[in-house]
Each structure stands twice: as structure tokens, then as C-alpha cells.
């Protein structure tokens, strides 16, 4: 039987330029901000010309204009996102996702990982080694070193259990169980 990898579930870090990730970011920022006023006002004018009130009072009207704006946005960006100029952006939302979700059990793996359970050792790995990654990136550094040290002490575990741990031992699926 062979065996189906969920891509989606699947996690690798990856080396990602600070420069091209933070520029194409902004960037993207930009467009967002961008096309959501390009789109909205237009169409907010629209309705309130077609069905608005002459006394004003038109805020659902534009409401409806920003939602129809960010709809279409949001439209965009998931068509788009498969884009080699978009890689370095969704790769690091990918990786805020699943540092969210080890997050969500951190106790529970932290416990697991202090008895020795090589999956929450796999997952705590990730999530300190993902973190380090995403603060690089972000350029927020304040944190690094504390960081750093519990990447020590995680190491320090690892070897001292004799375990073989990689980067890409990690799954999603790892945490169903904390």
C-alpha cells in the first residue's frame, strides 16, 4: 500500500532572502491596500447612487462596497498565490500557520517533549527552529537569544536521549495527539 503525503500538512523549512521576502511584502501590502480602494469607493459610489439615501446614512452601503472589495482581493491573492514572485510571502504565512497550530498544544507537546516523546520533540524542534526562521525575517530580534537558548537546550535533550531528530521528521499530523 502506498502511502498519500498531504502536501498541505507537509512543513519544510526553506532558506528565504530577508530582502526579497521583506520587499515583496511591503509590495504586496501596497497592492492590497491599493486595489481594496480602487475597488471599494467605486462600487460603494455605485450603490449608494443606485439604492442610497440622499440623507445620507449610506455606512452599510459602504460596508457592503469594502466587503465586495476584499472578497475579490482575497479572490486574487488565493488565484495568485502559486506565483513564483508570491513564494517567499505564502511560505512564511504557511509557517505562521503551523507555528499557530504547535501554539495552540504547547503545553502539552512542552510536557511531552520534557518526558521525552521524540514526536514533541520533533514538533518543539520545528517550532523553535521555524521561529528562529520567522524572526530573522520579520526582523524581530528581541526575543533571539532566549530563543536561541532553548534551541541549546532542545539540542542538549536530543542528544542526550541518543535521538535522531530532523527538520523533516515534522507533520502536522504529529500534534493530534497532544
Not at 475597488?39 to 442610497?52: D, R, Y
Not at 504547547?106 to 514533541?120: C, I, L, P, S, Y
Not at 524572526?135 to 542538549?156: E, Q, S
Amino acid at each position: 500500500m502506498r502511502a498519500i503525503i498531504d502536501f498541505e500538512s507537509v512543513m519544510l523549512l526553506e532558506d528565504i532572502d530577508q530582502k526579497t521576502y521583506t520587499k515583496r511584502l511591503r509590495l504586496l501590502m501596497l497592492m492590497v491596500v491599493v486595489a481594496l480602494c480602487i475597488i471599494s469607493i467605486p462600487f460603494s459610489a455605485l450603490l449608494i447612487v443606485l439604492i442610497g439615501s440622499a440623507d445620507g446614512g449610506n455606512v452599510i452601503l459602504n460596508a457592503i462596497g469594502v466587503a465586495v472589495a476584499a472578497v475579490i482581493v482575497v479572490a486574487v491573492l488565493k488565484r495568485t498565490s502559486s506565483h513564483p514572485w508570491m513564494h517567499e510571502v505564502v511560505y512564511v504565512w504557511r509557517l505562521k500557520q503551523q507555528l499557530n497550530r504547535i501554539t495552540r498544544k504547547f503545553k502539552a507537546v512542552t510536557e511531552a517533549a520534557q518526558r521525552g516523546e521524540r514526536d514533541a520533540i520533533i514538533a518543539l524542534n520545528f517550532s523553535y527552529r521555524g521561529s528562529e526562521q520567522l524572526y530573522i525575517l520579520d526582523n524581530n530580534i528581541i526575543t533571539l537569544d532566549d530563543l536561541r537558548l532553548k534551541i541549546a537546550a532542545l539540542d542538549a535533550q536530543i542528544a542526550e536521549l541518543e535521538l535522531d531528530v530532523a527538520l523533516d521528521d515534522y507533520r502536522e499530523e504529529l500534534l493530534k495527539q497532544y
